[in-house]
């Protein structure tokens, strides 16, 4: 098992940038594909971008390709999320997820674990 928890949001103005982090707990992280979701009021949870056990591989939505940029430690047990160039549309809660299946997996029910958000607020 795995336990996640998410820190680094906050306030930004559109263009900026932040980092997220995600912490997790469990000497088997390595052995999970980790992602980034996100998710506004009013809408339901989309994927953002998904990392492979070794980091080699990554995936991600179109809308933040090329602004967007996920990342692992695993001597660390960390996940990342860069985000740059942030647009208003950006505003959401972001989650940290892991599960044991595939980096093309995009759909929520197909991750087992998941942190409790941290909010981001990209005004315009």
């Known amino acids: 098992q795995v336990q996640l928890v998410e820190s680094g949001g906050g306030p930004v103005q559109a263009g900026g940038s932040l980092r997220l982090s995600c912490a997790a707990s469990?000497?088997?992280?390595?052995?999970?594909?980790m992602a980034w979701f996100r998710q506004s009021p009013g809408k339901e949870r989309e994927f953002v971008a998904a990392i492979s056990r070794s980091g080699s591989n990554t995936y991600s939505t179109d809308s933040v390709k090329g602004r967007f940029i996920i990342s692992r430690d695993n001597a660390k047990n960390m996940v990342y999320l860069q985000m740059n160039s942030l647009k208003p549309e950006d505003t959401a809660i972001y989650y940290c997820?892991?599960?044991?299946?595939?980096?093309?997996?995009?759909?929520?029910?197909?991750?087992?674990?998941w942190g409790q958000g941290t909010q981001v607020t990209v005004s315009s």
């Open positions: 469990g000497r088997t992280f390595s052995g999970y594909v």
């Open positions: 997820a892991a599960t044991g299946g595939s980096v093309w997996n995009t759909r929520p029910d197909e991750y087992g674990y």
